[in-house]
């Protein structure tokens, strides 16, 4: 399993930016398809998952509302629309996967730098 994450970039407080996870190598739908966000000296935190096959979503409480979870099956993407951005949701996002039976996610991807600015 290979993930891509990428999307990332500066934008302003208030702004919005879409991430994208690019898999190849998923051998079936069951998977869940997590977003993580790590600032440098603060541990890795869950954004979001999605399973990949029914499209139950998860949200933390800091982007409920602001951020949304979504999949292209013909594109085997999913991707991370983040809305409202503060300074705050400055971090490096990752794009991961795991088995729903799982405890821990299996696959990362490499991270992607998303900066907001006051």
């Known amino acids: 399993v290979q993930l891509q994450a990428y999307g990332g970039g500066l934008v302003q407080a208030g702004g919005f930016l879409r991430l994208s996870c690019a898999a190849s190598?998923?051998?079936?739908?069951?998977?869940?398809m997590g977003w993580f966000r790590q600032v440098p000296g603060k541990e890795r935190e869950l954004v979001a998952h999605?399973?990949?096959?029914?499209?139950?979503?998860y949200y933390a409480e800091s982007v409920k509302g602001r951020f949304t979870i979504s999949r292209d099956n013909a594109k085997n993407t999913v991707y991370l629309q983040m809305s409202s951005l503060t300074p705050e949701d400055t971090a490096i996002y990752y794009c991961?996967?795991?088995?729903?039976?799982?405890?821990?996610?299996?696959?990362w991807g490499q991270g992607t730098l998303v900066t907001v600015s006051s």
């Open positions: 991961a996967a795991k088995r729903p039976y799982k405890a821990q996610y299996d696959y």
């Open positions: 999605m399973y990949w096959s029914t499209s139950n979503t």
């Open positions: 190598g998923l051998t079936s739908s069951s998977y869940i």
